[in-house]
């Protein structure tokens, strides 16, 4: 077995999420949670490489997980399908996948955020 980054996927409907999981899979070792309380542990305990994150969580603390993999030195890739936010939400540097996206979007902001060049 390789030693494969570690994608978090923090996404709350269960379909997209398996989709994302699928998608990276081959490539990238996942984990897949629906909640920002979740994916704070996770972040907390470390062996995460990249966070993929829906910022419109149902109860919010995207905010929270953004800040946290931003303090412990982790990339995030936002996915949102509220394409009025965008700006916002990829302000600087940070990437946005806008949802709908085509997989070879996402596996491509991925790819970039994380420094995989294959």
């Not at 699928?22 to 470390?46: C, M, P, Y």
């Not at 946005?96 to 060049?117: H, N, Q, T, W, Y």
Request: aromatic share 4%; with cysteine.
């Amino acid at each position: 077995m390789t030693d494969k980054r570690c994608i978090l996927v923090v996404e709350d409907e269960p379909l997209v999420a398996e989709v994302v999981v699928d998608a990276l899979s081959d490539t990238f070792r996942t984990v897949a949670v629906d909640a920002a309380a979740q994916a704070l542990e996770h972040i907390r305990l470390g062996g995460v490489d990249l966070v993929l994150l829906d910022y419109l969580l149902p109860g919010g603390g995207s905010s929270l997980v953004l800040a946290s993999a931003e303090a412990a030195g982790v990339p995030v890739v936002i996915m949102s399908g509220d394409a009025e936010r965008q700006s916002e939400l990829s302000a600087g540097e940070r990437p946005f996948v806008a949802k709908p996206f085509r997989i070879e979007d996402l596996i491509s902001a991925v790819k970039a955020a994380i420094g995989d060049g294959s």
